[in-house]
DNA sequence: ACAAAAGTGTTACACGTACACCCATGA
DNA sequence: TCATGGGTGTACGTGTAACACTTTTGT
């Protein structure tokens, strides 16, 4: 980066723009769970105005002095108690009513993961934190729901293009696992076997040597994906479609 | 939407955050153009500080009482002339000290279009507006290099998964144009014949009774693409490579 | 007739699709 | 031994990759 003069026009100039300066930043966090059955999402409830009572994203106003990928790190955690986990951005709205206390422009980050992990308190103006099936997801605050459509639209898009859902899923999983997860987030069902061969052929699959315990039936194999070939795969695009 | 009371509490509420609202939000617009031979970028010479003669992608401020999607219109139009197009948004970029003047928040939109058909007029700050080839770009002003490369991978992401170029093409073109294009954008070669296949499968392409005239050689027949189509193909996804 | 680029055809091979069948376990 | 889901194999059609060939124009 190159480093510039900063003269004191700098400072007129600020002056003359001061009433460009009077947005507000806020970072909304679409976190979505999975927990072996259902597609969820991570929500919380309003403990303050305006829409108390209401269910929303967890997000907050970003502060002067932070970055927005620290602050959607920092709200999620501030809202739910999840650590820092790797949020990706996906989308920016900035509707001139969007909010009520002023003109605030969203920035809206998503992330997947093993729902199972991780338990939600809520804190800060939170009053609620949990988990909710995505079909059973009523009326929300401000934008939220235009929001947490974009993100499934994102999702949808994402699963198809990358080998996502490793995030969804525990560490060690079985092929029976992923399929079905694919299928919840399409909504559609695929051929058995013809899952599994494509899924083994992008070499992100790494068999172990341990099976299922504890089911009436055979036991299903587990397995652990490949960090390094899942960047090969991301690097040079994919489709998957069955 | 729902319509949500306003009360003096919210004024109170307003106050205590004040300090919260003091950023400013800008739009970029980065806009791709093909001339037949080479991509391009349309770029403009800042006529003011900060960064006064540095090359810049057109963008500014944008004001309190006008929606972010708007904004990228006007603010394309203001700076280079450029009608109302589509602009697509790409990315946020909100790092604490990317712009010298004050904490601002840069929303990235992006779009392509067929370059002969308009020719870019500075005005407003732009002392220069003007196409230049991608890699004919050196030092630029603010993170405009790291807002120009995100855009460029956005390029390359989107011309494998949708029947795109066609909006940097004429209404009428031929193959050997399309496959050129595709070529320049992807920086790799691909076997005519090949290529004629795949995109003549996708049935995007309407053949006209046309050929080209004027060449020292056998004529082109020109097509059109088909926007039905076209849809359908976006809805889907698709990868294209070969 | 020649150069140049348009446009077509052929072949081998890889991959997707649909479907049938066998395997290991607990009850 | 039966039910249940795990796991494998095959046969067919479609799509891709590489390459050679024919066609139509201007000069």
Redesign the interface.
């Known amino acids: ?2 480093q ?1 003069q ?2 004191s ?2 400072q007129a ?2 002056k003359r ?1 001061d ?7 806020s970072v909304d966090c679409v976190v979505f769970g999975y927990d072996g059955q259902n597609l969820q999402v991570l929500l919380v409830e309003r403990g ?4 108390a009572g209401f269910e929303a994203i967890p997000g907050d ?9 620290q ?1 959607s790190k920092r709200v999620l955690h501030d809202l739910t108690g999840l650590p820092d986990i790797y949020l990706e ?1 996906i ?2 709205f ?3 009513h969007r909010h ?4 605030v ?1 969203t ?1 809206v980050y998503y992330a997947l993961l093993d729902k199972n992990l991780y338990n939600p308190h809520p804190s800060s103006w939170a009053s609620e934190a949990y988990w909710k099936n995505l079909d059973a997801i009523g ?1 929300m605050a401000f ?1 939220h729901r235009q929001i947490l459509e974009a993100a499934m639209a994102h999702l949808h ?1 994402k699963v ?2 990358q080998p996502i859902g490793f995030e969804l899923l525990p560490e060690e999983f079985t092929l029976a696992q992923l399929q079905h997860l694919y299928e919840t987030i399409l909504n559609t069902a695929f051929d058995k076997g013809n899952f599994r061969k494509k899924m083994l052929s992008m070499n992100v699959l790494i068999p172990l040597d341990k099976t299922q315990k504890e089911v009436r039936h055979r036991p299903a194999r587990l397995f652990r994906f490949d960090p390094k070939r899942y960047e090969q795969l991301v690097q040079k ?3 998957f ?1 069955l």
Do not use: C, K, W
């Open positions: 980066m190159t510039v900063i003269s026009d700098l100039e600020r723009l009433s460009f300066f009077q947005f507000g930043i303050v105005e305006p829409y106003l970003v502060t002067l002095n932070e970055d927005i990928t602050a951005q989308n920016t900035g509707a001139v009520p206390i002023g003109r422009v920035v009326e934008d898009h198809q293009h695009g994919f489709l479609e």
